[in-house]
């Protein structure tokens, strides 16, 4: 009987727990400045977006650098890999971003925070016997645009992310939640270098 409360009670706590899809992170010190950072809709992100107009075509990744604390069950291939994912999808995310001639330079700096990964094994005896995979995976990162002459911060994102109940398939893969959030992270930042067309009424009106 008491084994049999036990699961019910692990089963309520991991339906409740795969409601969200926040990943709370601290600051690891990797960003330049964190005091112009503001929360946003999602609780796990604070960002701050450019007021200058930035030009794609001069815009390159710099450091892209591992800060997870911890002993994570991840391998120095593994590691490798998903800074080579970062670096790679911030890459792509601004070359597809539409030109600013007159935009200025950016230099892009990244860095993951935090990384949770799944054991394939453990989620998929925990469906069998909880119906629901226990491991959910995900990672943190901290991501920053800054003047390549001045170091200035031009923009910034402290994103963190877990996968969703919806994202059932990430669950019986090591990294693949991991690499999920990276790619989110970087298809989120990049809209940060993007200047609102009313943002200059708006900065006029305050």
């Known amino acids: 009987m008491n ?16 409601c969200s899809t926040v990943l709370p992170t601290a600051h690891s010190g990797f960003l330049s400045d964190y005091t112009a950072l ?3 809709p999602d609780a796990g992100a604070a ?3 450019s007021a200058d107009r930035i030009d794609p075509a001069h815009v390159t990744v710099d450091a892209v650098a591992w800060r997870v604390t911890g002993s994570a069950d991840i391998s120095t291939e593994e590691r490798e ?6 670096r790679s999808e911030l890459q792509q995310r601004v070359q597809a971003l539409p030109a600013q001639p007159q935009g200025r330079p950016a230099v892009l700096r990244a860095a ?13 005896l925990s469906s069998l016997v909880l119906t629901i995979p226990l491991e959910r995976g ?3 990162m901290e991501i920053e645009a800054v ?3 001045t170091g200035r911060q031009l923009a910034a994102l402290t994103p963190g992310w877990r996968a969703p109940v919806t994202e059932l398939m990430v669950r019986f893969s090591k990294l693949a939640a991991a690499e999920v959030a990276i790619r989110k992270a970087a298809a989120d930042f990049v809209l940060l270098l993007q200047v609102a067309p009313d943002a200059g ?3 006029a009106l305050r």
Do not use: C
């Open 47 to 49: 960002s701050r977006a």
């Open 38 to 40: 503001a929360g946003g």
């Open 3 to 18: 084994r049999f409360r036990y699961l019910i009670a692990a089963t309520a706590v991991a339906s409740l727990a795969a």
């Open 81 to 86: 890999a998903l800074l080579a994912l970062l």
């Open 112 to 124: 993951i925070t935090r990384v949770e990964t799944v054991s394939p094994l453990l989620n998929t």
């Open 147 to 149: 003047d390549p002459q």
């Open 138 to 140: 995900g990672a943190a």
């Open 201 to 203: 009424k708006q900065t």
